[in-house]
């Protein structure tokens, strides 16, 4: 009865509330990614575009497959599984009140997924017309300014003649301009186009005379029962468990043992920024009955260093591929668009009830040689124009088990044995009792695997030369306190960039929750990780390894004061321990204060932050609220202190203006970086104005 009466509550909560839940599940989910990343330049668009849109559009439990559910990503397949039986067994659902009986959804689960998602009797209309399109449609338009305000040693006044030779300074000037223009019917339709320069790339000038650095469009469309979906222009593919294809970025090892599987989403329309990870060209999704087809073809150029060899009647090969998408200095210009990129594929999928499997075949191929130089820790790296990989993957879910994997293998010149170019991942999910689950997960990638666009749930950056086996856990104990919990324990059989032998380490996190209610929250968490990376000191022509210890403590308090005042405290520590360096330490304290009242056109965000680290590898990721499809994930290190103010106006209905200012103050330094993106100074500033039109 206790159970029902929350329940009630929790769909009587004001709607001011279910924005914090949605606030709050796109920062930790942020978070997640950059943790593992270690980046501050992450670009989540789409995911963020996800969560919005199912916010707005929620998803009816009475009419879904469980495809749409599953790209929420905020239930797990036994959970979505248990609604599709129950729905076949008792029929529609007549309230979401029904959910309080379900056995794997507890009112956690309830809380995270309930404002996107809904209970209703109609089915979606999958016949759209024109008339309808343009009267329900939304139009969009996003104009955002981002200046450098301290001076920059790439940003330097010098003689053209120096300018015209040196690497050392940038050719424009440091501010970035960013436009996206879109148009969306529901989850249908979307056209948009997305331009973006970034801080000293030159503008309507020099290599930049049709303005814009970097441009891209695309046209989608999702139908129904035979054409699921087709796109035109830049997207972006996600095929089994990421080992063969997965163009965007993907969750890693989290809190959440539910994000360990991959869920896929074949096609979504590209709409972010990052120059490197989307496909450009045509796709489309075909279905009849059980079976699905999806094909694609891409061509693009993407940067590229080149040399040529006269011994080979000056031929020309690929030395270096960048993916920064940064044209600002004569080297960076040099690379711009000097490879161009083919990619072509098929996955014939195969779907009965919650049993699905498919096979892919992906070619890669290049205009030019890529032949890299060889050092002994890369001489398994792909070579050459081109290669085909071929993939298998499935998912089954019965009853509280859901089984997952995928098994890729790549063909290249470089392939000769049958028993090289593999990788593989099969997991399991099991939910042993309504309050424990446990998450299953092994992996092998042999060192000669490699495709250039995946997302395969690894250690390192790639899914390449690792094996490892994960083990998590989710324990509720009562109503109000939980934990999470998992080990990781892998081997990298080959050389690393930075690791000169075979290698091994662990890692191991919990994380204890106290929810009594939906205003507070408190956790807990402590991570370790055991890595082994070349010494630093050492003497001799070998390498020795040695092992590096980290250990991360975190207290988080979230406390919603009222539906308008949001109380957050964290306090994070690292200690860094190895033989060369000795043991570093990092400490970084966060008050936040969030304002956003539900009816008053003004909604602000404020940050005190203080950092103490002993250098940059005790460096500290913190996710920053911004405006909206901007990103900031700043590293704290060394000494200072941190603020920023972010203010939100919403004014004529259909508009809203952001702005935001943030500062670093450092107690310890007199320079900032160094090299071109040098500050002299211990102040860095940072400044956002931004405004969206919608109608």
């Not at 993916?323 to 996955?347: F, Y």
């Not at 690393?496 to 996190?509: I, M, R």
Request: hydrophobic share 35%; glycine share 8%.
């Amino acid at each position: 009865m206790k159970s029902l009466v929350f329940l009630g509550l929790l769909l009587c909560v004001q709607a001011g509330a279910f924005a914090q839940v949605k606030s709050d599940i796109i920062q930790q989910r942020i978070e997640f990614i950059t943790e593992q990343l270690q980046s501050e330049s992450v670009d989540l668009t789409n995911y963020l575009e996800q969560l919005n849109y199912y916010y707005e559009h929620p998803i009816n439990l009475n009419s879904t497959n469980g495809e749409e559910l599953e790209a929420l990503g905020l239930l797990s397949g036994i959970q979505i599984n248990e609604l599709i039986v129950h729905r076949k067994l008792f029929g529609k659902l007549i309230s979401i009140y029904e959910l309080q009986g379900f056995e794997y959804w507890d009112l956690n689960t309830v809380q995270l997924a309930l404002p996107f998602i809904k209970v209703d009797d109609r089915l979606d209309n999958l016949h759209i017309t024109l008339k309808e399109a343009m009267k329900e449609g939304k139009f969009e338009l996003y104009t955002r300014y981002q200046p450098t305000v301290e001076q920059k040693a790439g940003y330097l006044k010098v003689p053209d003649s120096l300018a015209a030779t040196s690497n050392n300074y940038y050719h424009g000037n440091s501010d970035r301009y960013y436009t996206r223009f879109r148009y969306t019917y529901k989850s249908n339709i979307s056209v948009g186009l997305t331009a973006e320069k970034d801080p000293g790339e030159q503008f309507f000038r020099g290599t930049q005379k049709n303005g814009f650095d970097f441009y891209s469009a695309h046209a989608f469309f999702k139908g129904g029962k035979y054409l699921k979906s087709a796109v035109i222009g830049d997207y972006q593919l996600q095929i089994g468990q990421g080992l063969n294809l997965w163009s965007s970025y993907a969750f890693g090892k989290t809190a959440d043992i539910a994000t360990m599987k991959r869920t896929a989403i074949p096609i979504r329309a590209y709409t972010s920024v990052d120059e490197s990870r989307f496909l450009r060209g045509s796709a489309i999704d075909l279905g009849y009955k059980n079976f699905g087809l999806l094909a694609f073809i891409s061509q693009k150029k993407i940067d590229a260093s080149s040399i040529a060899d006269s011994t080979y009647d000056d031929l020309e090969f690929i030395s270096t591929i960048d993916l920064s998408g940064l044209h600002r200095t004569n080297r960076e210009i040099a690379k711009m668009n000097g490879l161009q990129e083919r990619i072509a594929g098929a996955h014939v999928k195969y779907t009965s009830g919650t049993f699905k499997t498919g096979v892919a075949a992906i070619y890669q191929g290049y205009d030019k040689v890529y032949n890299k130089d060889v050092q002994i820790y890369n001489q398994f790296d792909f070579r050459g124009t081109q290669q085909v990989s071929i993939s298998g993957d499935y998912s089954y879910s019965f009853k509280n088990l859901n089984v997952f994997g995928e098994v890729s293998k790549i063909y290249n010149q470089q392939i000769t044995s049958a028993n090289s170019g593999w990788a593989m991942v099969h997991g399991a999910l099991i939910a042993l009792d309504p309050r424990a689950s446990i998450g299953i997960l092994y992996r092998n990638y042999q060192k000669d695997y490699q495709t250039f666009y995946n997302a395969g749930f690894s250690e390192g950056s790639n899914t390449q030369n690792e094996n490892g086996l994960y083990v998590g856990t989710k324990l509720k104990f009562t109503s109000a306190i939980s934990m999470n919990a998992y080990i990781d324990i892998f081997r990298f059989p080959w050389l690393k960039y930075g690791v000169d032998a075979p290698s091994q380490g662990h890692e191991f996190l919990i994380q204890p929750v106290y929810k009594p209610n939906k205003v507070l929250e408190i956790y807990f968490r402590y991570r370790q990780q055991l890595r082994e990376k070349n010494s630093r000191d050492y003497t001799g022509n070998i390498t020795p390894i040695e092992a590096v210890l980290q250990r991360n403590f975190r207290f988080n308090l979230s406390y919603i004061i009222n539906e308008a005042f949001t109380f957050k405290t964290r306090i994070e520590m690292v200690h860094v321990e190895r033989a060369s360096s000795g043991k570093q330490k990092g400490m970084l304290f966060t008050q936040d204060l969030l304002y956003k009242p539900k009816s008053f056109p003004l909604d602000f965000a404020l940050r005190y932050a203080l950092f103490d680290t002993d250098g940059y590898d005790t460096r500290i990721y913190s996710f920053e609220n911004t405006a909206l499809y901007a990103f900031a994930v700043p590293a704290y290190y060394y000494q200072g202190s941190r603020a920023y103010v972010l203010v939100r106006y919403s004014f004529l209905r259909h508009c809203d203006l952001w702005l935001r200012y943030g500062i670093f103050l450092y107690n310890n330094k007199n320079a900032i970086s160094s090299g071109t993106e040098g500050i002299q100074g211990s102040k860095k500033t940072d400044l956002i104005l931004q405004l969206r039109i919608t109608l």
